[in-house]
């Protein structure tokens, strides 16, 4: 037996939602991880239990906030509505906005940890050699965080890709939309379709294995060459 | 044209009231014991600190006042950090590259040519950090701080991180930097010895206050000052080289007051010479000693005296208008009546060539 085209088209959208959403978190998570790293604030630790917040709620209880929020009569429902845009829910960029929450902690932390230990002093050598502050960010602060970037990326796409209760609760389950490889598998389960299920299954494993060995392998070569 | 310094920074129980003026020359050794405030007055002068009270001056630009506060990275300085502090992601041509690019300045390919060849790191540029040792890395980030065109040179204990040996194999090179510089250094250190061998000027620090300042010769002679009184209580003193008699390895050295004799490697005619003299090398005569092995013998004057303890004294002695620390023995003072205003005979045993 061999991997149906509905099944392929999960596997796409699984993949593209992980890129996507990784991409997006990094693009997010970088400013406010540095800025955790630096501040003095002391509200800080609620910013940072917040993020936290996926870590240890169930998805669906995540999934069901988003669902109200986005929806026409939500917040950013609304926003989006009142500003003439589609509505979110059940669309891809739904999916995108839900994974973004689900998987910050994973993206933030690691960055939030690599930039606080560069330390101060490396930033302060580059303000004494005349580096202005966003000139040191990018070529000292992100450089020397280049693990933690690494990390991140994983990380964020590793878990996007895992993801089930909150695709369930704000994508619904449309094919070539919003339909993700773990929903299709737990289809399968549902309509007794082992093989089928198996397929999809072990496609889904070999892919996360076989990235997972070469971005680590890139990073422990990276680790060699700068003990 | 100077530097002009007026800070008063407070952190917790630490507080530090700096009012003075750094001469636009020389090196000035920062002297004081850990917790003194050294390094958070050269931080603060960096813009690393923001003191509450702030004033500072150089050159005749205004770096802070009220309202003023320019960030670190348009002050025209150059910084050495206590530990040696490469970017561990570059090798060490763009370590050094890294400041020269950011900085604005002519003669760019000269001054990089000779301030590497002035510490000696010709055979790194190619290395990563991580496969120098402390005094090499440190060699490296005294360039990387050079070739920014600073206007001002800050380095902040630059050797202690590193062990004995380094030490000696950087010291050289520090002292020919500061020579080929005509720059003000601002130099942080609790070692005596550095200070005795680098400094021009001593700004002494204490609890967050200046205590002392002045020329080192000044300073380490002067028995209102704790340096005089110190076991190793030393005299320094600049000397020209009026001659070299190569049958015997012996130099003479001209002073304001006088001549020294002294065994040393060949050296050149004119060049400036400093020595060191222990207080307790140096012993008093009332005659001039004819059938002596020692050298060294001036006429001075006792300028000041002081009881170190039951059994210890120092003199501060005149030769011309030079002082010199000496240690006798209570006894020996009592014996030979000595008191201020006495002409007597300094012989001064072991003489060492600091630079």
Known sequence: MILTEQDLTALFVTLKLASVSTLVLLVVGTPLAWWLSKSQWRFKYLIEAIIALPLILPPTVLGFYLLVSIGPNGPIGGL???????????????L??????????????????????IGQRPLEVAATLRASPMDR??????????????TASVLGFAHTLGEFGVVLMIGGNIPGSTQVVSIAIYDHVEALEYGQAHWLAGSLLA????????????????????? | MSIE????????????TIDTEIPE???????????????????????????????????????????????????????VFQEPSLFQHLNVQDNINYGMARSKRDNTERSLDEAISLLGIEHLLKRMPSQLSGGEQQRVAIVRALVTDPSMLLLDEPLAALGDEQKAEILPYLESVYQQLDIPVLYVSHSRNEVARLADHILLLDKGTITAYGKVTDIFTSLDLPLAHQAHAETIIDTT????????GLATLKFSGGQFVVASNPLESQTNVRLQILARDVSVTLEHQKDT???????????????????????????????????????????????????????????????
């Open chain 2, 5 to 16: 310094v007026r800070f008063g920074i407070k952190r917790g129980e630490f507080s530090l």
């Open chain 1, 137 to 150: 960010f990018f070529t000292i602060a992100v450089p020397m965080a280049k693990p933690g970037f690494i």
């Open chain 2, 293 to 355: 092995s020692i050298l060294n013998i001036f006429p001075v004057t006792i300028d000041h005296l002081v009881k170190e303890s039951s059994s210890q004294m120092t003199l501060r002695l005149l030769a011309g208008k030079t002082p010199l620390l000496a240690r006798v023995t209570c006894r020996s003072a009592q014996s030979l009546n000595l008191k201020i205003g006495d002409m007597v005979y300094a012989q001064v045993k072991t003489v060492a060539l600091l630079r």
């Open chain 2, 25 to 79: 020359h020389g090196v000035t050794a920062i002297f004081g014991a850990s917790g003194s405030g050294k390094t958070t007055l050269l931080r603060a002068i960096a813009g690393l600190e923001a003191p509450e009270n702030g004033f500072l001056k150089v050159g005749g630009v205004v770096w802070q006042d009220t309202n003023t506060f320019l960030p670190t990275h348009e002050r025209k300085i150059g910084y």
């Open chain 2, 241 to 248: 080289v009026i001659s070299y008699d190569a049958e015997f």
């Open chain 1, 80 to 94: 989006v509505d009142a500003l003439g845009g589609a509505p979110l829910a059940f669309t891809f960029t739904g």
């Open chain 1, 207 to 227: 892919l996360s294995f076989l990235m997972l060995i070469v971005v680590y392998g890139a990073n422990r070569r990276y680790t060699v060459a700068q003990p």
């Open chain 1, 96 to 117: 995108v906005i839900g994974s973004v929450f689900y998987s910050m902690p994973f993206v933030v932390q690691p960055l939030q940890n690599a930039f606080s230990s």
